[in-house]
């Protein structure tokens, strides 16, 4: 079992920026690829980024796509989202989950193929 565990977020003002960070106590987390998500109320859970396990390749929706940035440090078990230009769109309760296939450079912008979850972290861009 893995255990995720977001922060970073908060309150910006439109066109400011965040950094979401998502850590892993279980070394395991540096084996996976891993996604970011955000829901806003009354809103399906969308993918906003996504990384392989080595970080050689990643994924962005054109909604986020040169705003955002995902990294990561395996030798720290963590997963990073850079956010800048944000919108109050971007507005959202933000989940890291990782998709327990070891090693694979096939990352998944699908929330039903991520296994481990975290708690979420809120992100309030006002305008």
């Known amino acids: 079992q893995v255990q995720l565990v977001e922060s970073g977020g908060g309150l910006v003002q439109a066109g400011g920026s965040l950094r979401l960070s998502c850590a892993a106590s279980e070394r395991a987390l540096s084996r996976y690829p891993v996604g970011w998500f955000r829901q806003a109320p009354g809103k399906e859970r969308e993918n906003v980024a996504a990384i392989t396990w080595n970080g050689d390749s990643t994924y962005y929706p054109d909604s986020v796509k040169g705003r955002f940035t995902i990294s990561r440090d395996n030798a720290k078990n963590t997963v990073y989202l850079q956010m800048n230009s944000l919108k109050p769109e971007d507005t959202a309760v933000y989940y890291c989950?990782?998709?327990?296939?070891?090693?694979?450079?096939?990352?998944?912008?699908?929330?039903?193929?991520?296994?481990?979850w975290g708690q979420g972290t809120q992100v309030t861009v006002s305008s």
């Open positions: 989950a990782a998709r327990s296939v070891r090693y694979s450079d096939i990352y998944s912008t699908e929330a039903n193929e991520y296994n481990y």
